[in-house]
């Protein structure tokens, strides 16, 4: 009898038994191979934050948010962080848009992009932008870690979303983005 064929005979128990005993194998056999130390990279992280948005331009005009509409966002997301350069994030960010004294959710953007990081706390984020009322575009977004600690930091980031379709002028806005990565 071959080898492997003893090796697919235990992953062959019952569902996710077998799958738990190897995950628990494999898992003991890399942290033999490292000496006991757990990888540094990849690794996972996550944040929640609050985006203040600031205005947006068209062709046509400039809207600020502190007229009769405003808008605020919750962005949280988790991101993998593959090297000390760079990452991949996965955001998703629901905004609350009140007007005449109503507040609804107004859109959900999907917002996918890759970290590339810098020394001294500093990210550049390229995102691509899908929102649920139909628009789409791109961000890039300025990020700076201002307290770094044990288990969470402190950020800011200030986003320049770019945003086409749903028959609206292409536009370019901004705000300022305050949140916590854990």
Sequence with gaps: MHPNTQFFKLLKLSGLKGYLLFFILFSTTV?????QQPASY???TGYFSV????????QRSFHSNFG???NIGFPFGMNIIKSDRFGISFEV????RTEKNIS???TILF???AMFRFKHGFTFIGRMAFESNGRFGFTPVFNQVIKKGKDASLFVSVPFPVR???DLPASLSTGLQLGVSF
Excluded: C, E, M
């Design 68 to 70: 009769d509409v405003y």
């Design 51 to 58: 985006l203040n948005p600031i205005g947006t331009l068209t």
């Design 31 to 35: 942290k033999i191979a490292h000496g």
């Design 104 to 106: 609804k959710v107004s």
């Design 93 to 96: 960010a629901p905004t609350i």
């Design 111 to 113: 917002h996918p992009g």
């Design 42 to 44: 990849p690794r996972v």
């Design 164 to 166: 086409f379709g749903n």
